[in-house]
């Protein structure tokens, strides 16, 4: 019953930025850690960021330095800013909810994506 519904995504020139938003409903948001997550044409989903309830960040090493996470737990959402944006930053954005269980990554729930495109 938890769903997650991303927005923010468009068309961008090389250089631009974006503001991705995740609004999840259905469940308790706070104590769990929300992530967001990419894939490309022909590639596998890969890690752009991640922060834990309590508000520790990782970053994808392609977006270190460019993207910044947050969240703000009242709204139950997350955000991604994305900076300095790149044509390989092309892809179709996922966010999702998960947790850690004996040090692997449960998800939860996933959002429907939204797309990203940088045109160079």
């Known amino acids: 019953q938890v769903q997650l519904v991303e927005s923010g995504g468009g068309l961008v020139q090389a250089g631009g930025s974006l503001r991705l938003s995740c609004a999840a409903s259905g469940g308790i948001f706070s104590i769990n850690d929300m992530g967001w997550y990419r894939q490309a044409p022909g590639k596998q989903r890969e890690l752009v960021a991640t922060?834990?309830?309590?508000?520790?960040?990782n970053y994808g090493n392609s977006v270190k330095g460019r993207f910044t996470i947050s969240r703000e737990n009242a709204k139950n959402t997350v955000y991604l800013q994305m900076n300095s944006l790149k044509p390989e930053d092309t892809a179709v954005y996922y966010c999702?909810?998960?947790?850690?269980?004996?040090?692997?990554?449960?998800?939860?729930?996933w959002g429907q994506g939204t797309q990203v495109t940088v045109s160079s």
């Open positions: 922060i834990t309830r309590d508000g520790s960040t």
């Open positions: 999702n909810v998960h947790q850690v269980r004996n040090g692997f990554m449960v998800v939860l729930q």
